[in-house]
């Protein structure tokens, strides 16, 4: 197609802004916008175009809107390729500083100039605004019914139009689009827009109880307590309502203040102790204030009371999970083992049923009891066998089948379910070793073990349409800085269903963002950890598992006698290849270094007038932390799984549950690691390895047989 080919030449021609309009859209400081604008003026056509695409879009965000829009107005003297996105934005920086006229002159006919943009809804929305602005909401209605079809369950659309039937005096109409969106999208920014628009017009009284109680709920399920407590709060205070509702809101309220951490005993107290839901949840509440205080009676005493009275209670089986996570972390595995298993009886259903179930399992085998044990793993396979916990139960039954019932073979059969279902897992490669330990036993059929799959992988295309104008607007926009817009024109390809997310992720990555690259992965291939290598094309491996920096890796790696694909591994854990990444507990960098670890390995390394910022450096980092992960290593007797854990949750620690042995294997240990944080992180980074192992081996198979794949 000629328009793709010149959007291609655009890109092209614009490749060396990449870089400059990149750090620009992040950094926005005065030299960066120094040197996008010295990069329009030395250049004409597409290459300038993009240039001031880049300043105005960066000037849009720094609400500098003036400065916005007369470079967004250069772009179409030099060419046309960015013209729509040159009159959406010019027009969306006019109105920002309120010229209304200059911004419906951009807007009006966009979509019959602009037939295949991605601003196709936003366009006329943002029309319809400028209309109400200038005083004519009956253009304003026009504008936005040309859009009706496709966008009248968006929030933009639901909000704008609600403006629209205020300003034409058709209040009763606004209310109830103001309140559909409020209740349909109450995260949204626009939500909040709408309910200020009900509080402005006095409406926001005519939301009832339950649909108040909505938006709390929403608030809360989304981990926004803050604002989740204040709905309840002012429930409970609205004395028009009943009591007993009264009394559920402030219940719902109290565990908006115990997630905010400032609920206190009296506070709990003070609620009122119904026969109901809201008295299981008081009860559960007054639990979790007695364990926060390590007051182990009253935890009993409470948790005993509410299988009395509320038998049935989900607000029950909460309290025994998380009494049941309090033992196991003091060690106490038989009362812990106790509370999960009362909660798998009794609540089969529960959202926590088939971990606690496996953790009452787990806890016997710890505590010598194998045959409760093997009883309770072959129950987790049977009545789980869908969840996460179940790869470790059938290895764990393998285990009991081949140390206490002398059964080889059946051991075998669930060795080689494991290895077969949940192919990277850490339990699958421990599965392989127990397999080659046992020589080849006799196969025995096994129907529970058989039925079990592999998660299936849909069709996903490797490769894509040449004369796709978005994948090439794409890339255009992205030489521009405009990173949020990429996704945005991929997936406008009517056809890119099966190969969208490579295309947004390889186009991250070919300016080096790894991480951001990745990311759009995980989110399309939530289940590839499991999959076969050669059920996901080698494209998506690569992206998924980065070998960003890998010639910094190796040499560093070598120079601290460490595997390559372990410090990689490590990286992908710790930081996904970002080396940007700060921590809520201010570690830097891709192997996420403290400070002052930084400065200590930095002195050893012989560097002079460390600064805590070099952190940020992809090679001064890996540098420094492989010569820490060197020495963790090292400090405990270079057993991997020992040092991978201290590296997450500090050498105390790690000694601490080395002492809570013994173990009759390395396997034993990780899955007692009592964090299932570090849990998950040291059987994360061993499952990495193993994938980037698979993924060279079939690279090398490839590039041997002629198929090809570069790194």
């Given at each position: 197609?000629?328009?793709?080919?010149?959007?291609?030449?655009a890109?092209?021609?614009?490749?060396?802004?990449?870089?400059?309009?990149?750090?620009?859209?992040?950094?926005?400081?005065?030299?960066?916008?120094?040197?996008?604008?010295?990069?329009a003026?030395?250049?004409?056509?597409?290459?300038?175009?993009?240039?001031?695409?880049?300043?105005?879009?960066?000037?849009?965000l720094?609400?500098?809107y003036?400065?916005?829009a007369?470079?967004?107005?250069?772009?179409?003297?030099h060419?046309?390729v960015?013209?729509?996105?040159?009159?959406?934005?010019?027009?969306e920086?006019?109105?920002?500083?309120?010229?209304?006229?200059?911004?419906?002159?951009l807007?009006?006919?966009?979509?019959?100039?602009?037939a295949?943009?991605?601003?196709?809804?936003?366009?006329?929305?943002?029309?319809?605004?400028v209309?109400?602005?200038?005083?004519?909401?009956?253009?304003?209605?026009?504008?936005?019914?040309?859009?009706?079809?496709?966008?009248?369950?968006?929030p933009?659309?639901e909000?704008?139009?609600?403006?629209?039937?205020?300003?034409?005096?058709?209040?009763?109409?606004?209310?109830?689009?103001?309140k559909?969106?409020?209740?349909?999208?109450?995260?949204?920014p626009?939500?909040g827009?709408?309910?200020a628009?009900?509080?402005?017009?006095?409406?926001?009284?005519s939301?009832?109880?339950?649909?108040?109680?909505?938006?709390?709920?929403?608030?809360?399920?989304a981990?926004?307590y803050?604002?989740?407590?204040e709905?309840?709060?002012?429930l409970?205070?609205?004395?028009?309502?009943?009591?007993?509702?009264?009394?559920?809101?402030?219940?719902?309220?109290?565990?908006c203040?115990?997630?905010?951490?400032?609920?206190?005993?009296?506070?709990?107290?003070?609620?009122?102790?119904?026969p109901?839901?809201?008295?299981?949840?008081?009860?559960?509440?007054?639990?979790?204030?007695?364990r926060n205080?390590?007051?182990?009676?009253?935890?009993?005493?409470?948790?005993?009371?509410?299988?009395?009275?509320?038998?049935?209670?989900p607000?029950?089986?909460?309290?025994?999970?998380?009494?049941?996570n309090?033992?196991?972390?003091r060690?106490?595995?038989?009362?812990?083992?106790?509370?999960?298993?009362?909660?798998?009886?009794?609540?089969?259903?529960?959202?926590n049923?088939?971990?606690?179930?496996?953790?009452?399992?787990?806890?016997?085998?710890?505590q010598?009891l194998?045959?409760?044990?093997?009883?309770?793993?072959d129950?987790?396979?049977?009545?789980?066998?869908?969840?996460?916990?179940?790869?470790?139960?059938?290895?764990?039954r393998?285990?009991?089948?081949e140390?206490q019932?002398?059964?080889?073979?059946?051991?075998?059969t669930?060795y080689?379910?494991?290895?077969?279902?949940?192919?990277?897992?850490?339990y699958?490669?421990?599965?392989?070793?127990?397999?080659?330990?046992l020589?080849?036993?006799l196969?025995?059929?096994?129907?529970?073990?058989e039925?079990?799959?592999?998660?299936?992988?849909?069709?996903?295309?490797?490769?894509?349409p040449?004369?796709?104008?978005?994948?090439?607007?794409?890339r255009?926009?992205?030489?521009?800085?405009?990173?949020?817009y990429?996704?945005?024109?991929?997936?406008?390809?009517?056809?890119?269903?099966?190969w969208?997310?490579?295309?947004?992720?390889?186009?991250?990555?070919s300016?080096?963002?790894?991480?951001?690259?990745m990311h759009?992965?995980?989110?399309?291939?939530?289940?590839?950890?499991?999959?076969?290598?050669?059920?996901?094309?080698?494209?998506?491996?690569?992206?998924?598992?980065?070998?960003?920096?890998?010639?910094?890796?190796?040499?560093?790696?070598?120079?601290?006698?460490?595997?390559?694909?372990?410090?990689?591994s490590?990286?992908?854990q710790e930081?996904?290849?970002?080396?940007s990444?700060?921590?809520?507990?201010?570690?830097?960098?891709?192997?996420q270094?403290?400070?002052s670890?930084?400065?200590?390995?930095?002195?050893?390394?012989g560097m002079?007038?460390?600064?805590?910022?070099?952190?940020?450096?992809?090679a001064?980092?890996?540098?420094?932390?492989?010569?820490?992960?060197?020495?963790?290593?090292?400090?405990?007797?270079g057993?991997?799984?020992y040092?991978l854990?201290?590296?997450?949750?500090?050498?105390?620690?790690?000694?601490?549950?080395?002492?809570?042995?013994?173990?009759?294997?390395?396997?034993?240990?990780?899955?007692?690691?009592p964090?299932?944080?570090t849990?998950?992180y040291?059987?994360?980074?061993?499952?990495?390895?193993?994938?980037?192992?698979?993924?060279d081996?079939?690279?090398?198979?490839?590039?041997?047989?002629?198929?090809?794949?570069?790194r």
């Amino acid at each position: 197609m000629a328009r793709t080919a010149r959007i291609k030449q655009a890109f092209v021609a614009s490749t060396e802004l990449r870089p400059m309009a990149q750090q620009l859209t992040t950094l926005r400081t005065p030299a960066a916008y120094e040197g996008v604008a010295a990069y329009a003026h030395r250049h004409t056509g597409d290459a300038a175009a993009a240039a001031y695409l880049s300043l105005g879009h960066a000037y849009l965000l720094d609400k500098r809107y003036a400065d916005a829009a007369s470079n967004l107005r250069l772009i179409r003297q030099h060419s046309e390729v960015l013209a729509d996105y040159a009159d959406f934005l010019a027009a969306e920086a006019e109105h920002d500083q309120g010229n209304e006229a200059a911004a419906v002159a951009l807007l009006q006919g966009f979509n019959e100039r602009h037939a295949d943009s991605i601003f196709d809804i936003e366009a006329p929305e943002l029309e319809a605004n400028v209309l109400l602005a200038q005083g004519n909401p009956t253009a304003a209605q026009h504008a936005l019914a040309s859009v009706a079809d496709v966008a009248a369950e968006l929030p933009n659309y639901e909000l704008t139009l609600g403006k629209i039937d205020f300003a034409l005096g058709q209040q009763e109409e606004a209310e109830r689009v103001f309140k559909k969106l409020l209740l349909a999208h109450p995260l949204s920014p626009e939500a909040g827009v709408a309910r200020a628009k009900l509080t402005a017009i006095g409406a926001e009284s005519s939301l009832t109880a339950a649909e108040l109680r909505s938006l709390g709920d929403a608030f809360y399920n989304a981990g926004r307590y803050a604002e989740a407590g204040e709905q309840y709060h002012a429930l409970a205070r609205n004395a028009t309502l009943p009591a007993s509702d009264r009394n559920g809101f402030a219940v719902d309220a109290a565990a908006c203040d115990l997630k905010l951490k400032r609920l206190t005993e009296a506070q709990a107290q003070a609620l009122a102790d119904t026969p109901d839901e809201n008295g299981a949840r008081r009860q559960y509440l007054l639990m979790e204030l007695a364990r926060n205080r390590n007051d182990e009676a009253e935890l009993q005493r409470i948790v005993d009371q509410m299988k009395t009275r509320f038998p049935q209670s989900p607000w029950l089986a909460e309290a025994l999970f998380s009494s049941g996570n309090m033992y196991m972390l003091r060690r106490d595995y038989a009362n812990a083992a106790a509370y999960y298993s009362y909660l798998a009886t009794h609540f089969p259903g529960h959202k926590n049923a088939a971990a606690a179930h496996w953790r009452a399992g787990w806890l016997n085998y710890r505590q010598g009891l194998y045959s409760d044990a093997a009883r309770i793993f072959d129950e987790q396979i049977k009545l789980f066998p869908n969840a996460t916990e179940t790869a470790a139960a059938l290895y764990w039954r393998g285990r009991l089948y081949e140390t206490q019932d002398n059964n080889r073979a059946l051991a075998a059969t669930n060795y080689r379910t494991v290895s077969r279902v949940y192919q990277h897992y850490f339990y699958a490669q421990m599965a392989r070793q127990r397999l080659q330990a046992l020589g080849e036993p006799l196969l025995v059929s096994q129907a529970q073990a058989e039925s079990m799959q592999p998660l299936p992988v849909p069709h996903l295309a490797d490769t894509f349409p040449a004369d796709s104008p978005h994948i090439a607007k794409a890339r255009l926009v992205a030489n521009a800085g405009l990173n949020d817009y990429i996704a945005q024109e991929i997936a406008a390809d009517p056809d890119s269903d099966s190969w969208s997310a490579l295309a947004e992720a390889q186009l991250y990555a070919s300016f080096g963002e790894s991480f951001r690259a990745m990311h759009a992965l995980k989110r399309a291939l939530p289940y590839a950890t499991s999959a076969s290598i050669n059920s996901i094309p080698l494209a998506y491996w690569r992206i998924l598992f980065p070998q960003a920096w890998w010639d910094t890796i190796q040499t560093e790696s070598a120079k601290n006698g460490l595997d390559p694909y372990m410090v990689a591994s490590l990286i992908r854990q710790e930081s996904e290849f970002n080396p940007s990444a700060i921590s809520y507990a201010n570690a830097y960098g891709l192997m996420q270094l403290l400070p002052s670890v930084g400065k200590s390995m930095a002195r050893e390394e012989g560097m002079s007038h460390f600064e805590t910022f070099q952190l940020l450096d992809p090679a001064t980092n890996i540098r420094l932390g492989t010569r820490y992960l060197r020495k963790t290593l090292d400090r405990f007797g270079g057993v991997q799984e020992y040092a991978l854990a201290a590296y997450n949750a500090g050498d105390e620690r790690v000694s601490d549950w080395q002492a809570a042995g013994p173990y009759h294997g390395i396997d034993e240990f990780v899955e007692s690691i009592p964090f299932t944080q570090t849990r998950d992180y040291v059987q994360g980074i061993l499952r990495n390895e193993d994938i980037y192992r698979s993924i060279d081996a079939v690279a090398g198979t490839q590039s041997k047989t002629g198929i090809g794949a570069s790194r």
